[in-house]
Structure formats: C-alpha cells, structure tokens
C-alpha cells in the first residue's frame, strides 16, 4: 500500500520502523472515532460541493461496512498501513476505486487525529464519569450503613480524636466530588471540534466546520485553527491530570485499607478469597489487592509529568513527538479502569470491626472530648485542657466512649444529602 504522503521514494526501512513504532497497535482503538469523523466530513463535503450526494452515499455505505468489522473484532491494520487514516482510505479506495480517494479532500492526517483522540477521550471520560459515580454511591451507602461505628482517628499516626466509618467512608465520596470537577475541566476541554484546521493552517476549501461540529456531538469548537493543533498534548495533559486526582484519592483508600487490614489494628476484613497468604506463615492474610491498587495510583501520578515533559519546548504546530502521548495514555487509560472498577469490588465485601474501642490502648481517645465536656460546664478551657492531662500523665483519666457531635460534616451530621447533590452538580457538565 503506497503512503498518501508518498512522493515516489522509499524510507529507509529501519528509520520507518522506529517512526512508525508501536502507533499501529493504538491505532486500533482510534478505528471508530475516525470512521465516524470521516462520515461527518463527507457529509460536509456534499453540502459544498466537492462530493456528488451518491458519491458520498456509496462511501457512507462503505465506511459503515468498515465500522461493522470494527465492532466485531475483525478490523485490522495491514502490514504497510502506516496508521488507521491511511488504512481507512486504503479499503475504500480498494473497493470503491479512484471515489475512495476523495475522502481525505479537505483534511491533513493532523486533524484527523485531533479529531480521533478527542472522539475517544470523551468517551473514556463518560467512562470513567459512570465509574467514578458507581464508587461514590457505594461509599455513600457504606458511610450511612456504618455511621454508629466509632474508629480512631489520627494525626502524625498517633492516635488523636474520636472518628467513625461514617465519617472514614464518607470523606472519600467527597473526595471523588473534587475529582469529578477535574474531570468535568478534562471533559470541556476535548468537547472542542479541532476538524477542519488541517494541518494547522486551515484550508482553502469552504469548509463547514459548524456543521462538522454538530455531526460529531461536539459542544463547541477550537475556531483558530493554529489553536486547534496546540491542543494536541493540552487535552492529554488535562485529562492526566485529572486521572491523577481520582488515582490520589484510591491510592489514600488503599492505603488506610491496608492499614487497618493489619493485625495491630484489625478494623476491617475482607474474605479468605480477597487475601492471599504467606508461603511459611499460616496465619498471614495480606492485602494484596490493595496494595496493587496503592502501587498503580503512584504510578497514574506520574503522568501529567511524564506528558508535561514530553511536550515541552516545542513550537507552535505538529511535531512527530506528539505521536508518544498515545503510548503513555491509552494503557494508563486501561488501569485507572480497572483500579476504579477492583477498588468497588473490593468494598463491596468489607466488613467493619463494631467493637474497636473497646481495646484500651484508645482510652485516651477521649481527652479532648473530656476537655470540651468540662468547658461546656463553665471551666476556662486551658484550665480544663491542664486538668485532663494531669489525669493522663499520673494515669487516673477515664471518660465516657461517646461522642456528641452536631455539627455540618461531622460524626453525628454527616451531610450525606448535601454531598450527593455536590455530585450532582459536579458531573452534570459530562455528556
């Protein structure tokens, strides 16, 4: 198959090898997206006159074949297709003839691409949108289910004040609230149609670039074509960032998870089956689920640096760097999936200790609760504060194991309402 840049020489076979790299294999996921660009842009072009209205019905026809094959797992790169453009036009060429190669009238492979990468970013964001919320309603319910449940909570790792899975569970489903407004930034920012700026400098051809946006459900458009090429890397960028937010919060999770999995705590289990043992030490229950999501939520942390430094210091324009971003993004796609996915199954079976605070070691969990208690008596708080913690210095201090708080956000008011409407809005500007 010649290459649509062709101009009648070969590459060298090992420069083209290591330019092409692994951006066939992506390509594949970006097989959609550009059958269905294509098909806006040939309706486009019927409209001002570059395509006879049957010419673009035959290709329709075509290109709607095409997209059969992709749905069922049949669709493949040839070995000389450079990438999923030239693969497209190459089998509408084959079967419609010299009509084939009408299609590409009006566009460069730059904004092609633009236009692939943001059709299927926005569709990974829905996803991850759908998936984030699934999280957060399970945390939500688990936050009401468990609210009664006192825990330690802890400051510098020594144990400090009075908490409860109520408060534990809830605090990350509104953690996932500041993530969903990330992803709601990453979302406006790829619902920009970049078709029609051709290689950067727009075209000569009447386009229709309204009508282009409307076809391929894009909000709005990136209008200065120029503009348009720059997104290349800012949308990825965006979008990592984003990804690291929600990795953050699961890292945090893991962590706690792990934490209180331990025998020195003991404030949750989980299922044999959810644990894996020791090879010499029976009683070991590790969590190894846990501790894989911890490990990949530092990795997804990593990378708006990683895109960061891969698109510094160039020009305005395209440049053939741009081509790694897929190899850094679509597998971290893949994880931050599945994280979100295991970490929901994960909480799915968890159980919560009922009688934590009946261990001694959390008697003086209590301190400050005493203090507060002795101040609403009419005791100057210092005074109350000095009192309480003579009683723990000569060992004497010992206080009721309950708490009274009223207030927005706490213990005894969770707010649980108030912060799924927070969701609410946060992600009502996805889709």
Known sequence: MAKIWDKGFDANQRVEDFTVGNDRELDLRLAKHDILGSMAHIKMLVKIGLLEA????????????????????????????????????????????????????????????????????????????????????????????????????YTHGQVAMPSSFGLWFGAYA????????????AWQVADQNPLGSAAGYGSSFPLDREMTTRELGFTSMSYNVVAAQMGRGKTERILAQSMSNIASTLNKLAADNCIYLSGNYGFISYPDELTTGSSIMPHKKNPDVWELIRGHSNRLQSLPNE????????????????????????????????????????????????????DPRYEYLFTVEEVNNRVLQGIPFREAYQQVGKEVQAGSFHAPKEVHHTHAGSIGNLCTEEIRKKMEKASEAIG
């Open 174 to 185: 509104e953690a996932l609230v500041d993530d969903m407004y990330t992803l709601s930034a």
């Open 54 to 153: 049957e010419e673009e019905k035959a290709l329709r026809t075509e290109l709607q074949n095409i997209l059969s094959e992709v749905e069922r797992g049949n669709f493949r790169l040839d070995d000389d297709a450079e990438d999923i453009h030239s693969q497209v036009e190459a089998m509408l060429t084959e079967r419609l003839g010299e009509m084939g190669k009408k299609i590409h009238s009006g566009r460069s492979r730059n904004d092609q691409v633009l236009v692939d990468i943001k059709l299927y970013l926005k569709e990974e964001i829905m996803q991850f949108k759908e998936e984030v919320i699934e999280l957060f309603n399970l945390l939500q319910s688990l936050s009401e289910q468990h609210k009664e449940v006192l825990l330690p909570g």
């Open 307 to 358: 895109i960061a430094l891969m698109t510094t210091n160039m020009p305005h324009g395209y440049h053939r760097d741009y081509q790694l971003l897929k190899e850094v993004l679509f597998p971290a796609l893949e994880t931050l999936h599945r994280l979100l996915q295991m970490t929901r199954f994960m909480l799915e079976h968890i159980s919560v200790n009922g009688d934590i605070l009946t």
